[in-house]
């Protein structure tokens, strides 16, 4: 299987799952949907999504359309499902992506790391971190505006 989820029901009855792998055609989410049929309130985690192809864009697009009236966040979007949103923002549907997980750079000694920013314009400058290494303030590895939300 392409994707593999991991899905915890918690105690306020909201769904928490994780998604890891590539979304191609094969992705239905059906056990995600299953787990919350009575929840009111679906969290996914996405920074293990490494890929989706396109006909794996038409599976999410799906797949969020199924969670419908449900309170939906996503944590940690990976660089990979933020460049889609980025390109089609309509595939988020109605939830609301809580933070990104994005890759950066040191322009001191070259160590790249990926970092979890809040999701929004401008985030990849003001939240980048520190290097690991030597503590330089880190740079956003790439286009920004290819994976945060465009200013409104
Ligand atoms: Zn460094």
Redesign the pocket.
Known sequence: MAVKSEIQKQADGSVHASVVGKIDEHFDGKDILAAATDAKTVVLRLDGVRSISSLGVRALEGFMRELGAKQVFLDDISAAMANQFSMIPNLLANAQVRSAKLPFV??????EHLHSIPYHNGAGTTHAPE??????K?EFDGFSEEYLPHKK
């Not at 040191?106 to 160590?111: A, I, L, Q």
């Not at 290097?131 to 330089?136: A, D, V």
């Open positions: 040191c322009p001191s000694c070259g160590t290097c690991p290494s030597c503590k330089t880190m």
